[in-house]
């Protein structure tokens, strides 16, 4: 599925499994979490039961991860859910809180903005031996692969042993410069793309209009010109 302009990377281990888990929806079945897409193949492919459809539960979002015995689902901004085999689930409150433990579910999970005005986010998840990491938002992710945002993080994202031992996930960047100044101007490069489309636009309609003697619309084309390269200014 695809939710307007946003879109998830997963990585396991290192390894990159957006594929797998992006823009895929999940269904519990028998107690178990079955990953498809839902939207081309029917539940009774899955166990050959024609009245399945009406009795089991769907989970979506832009990443699901499957981890068995629970999956954690992520979607836009919000924050992620954790559901349960049962068909219960649990809402994990990263904007309240930065980190959680859950020693149950042999669950470690931590989330924070990456950039100060930006819609993205990054999450670490620990479950066992693995590693997982997600990186969500606006414009980046699976089916933005060429905005600067996700350029960027397919470049930077690694596996980073600390001193400690420890293995977390990082964004490299040169020299250590803030990880939040950096996505802050990428989110300003989406931006000014966005707007060079649309003075573009402007400029072709304002042509148009010209050849067309329409002279009521070139007023309204020239204004809309202007402001887009007002805007591209001041994100600069």
Known sequence: MAYSDYGAYIWKNGENIT????????????????????YDNLVNEVNNKTNEKENVKAISGHAVINLEKFCISFYKTYNPILHYPNGEYKEIDIRKKFDYNMRKEQLYIRGYKLGYQTGFYFYEIDYKKDKYCVIIGNAIGKGWDSTPASKYVLKHLVLFERED?????????????????????????????????????????????????????LIWDFNQILEHKEKIKWLK
């Open 165 to 217: 031992g420890s293995i977390i996930y990082r964004i490299e960047t040169k020299r250590d410069v803030d990880v939040d100044i950096i996505f802050n101007k990428l989110d300003r490069l989406e931006d000014i793309k966005s707007e060079k489309y649309w003075m573009n636009r402007y400029r072709m309609n304002l042509f148009k209009d010209l050849f067309r003697l329409k002279f009521k619309n």
């Open 19 to 38: 594929d797998e888990c992006a823009d895929i929806s999940c269904k519990i079945i028998d107690g178990k979490f079955i990953l498809k897409n839902w």
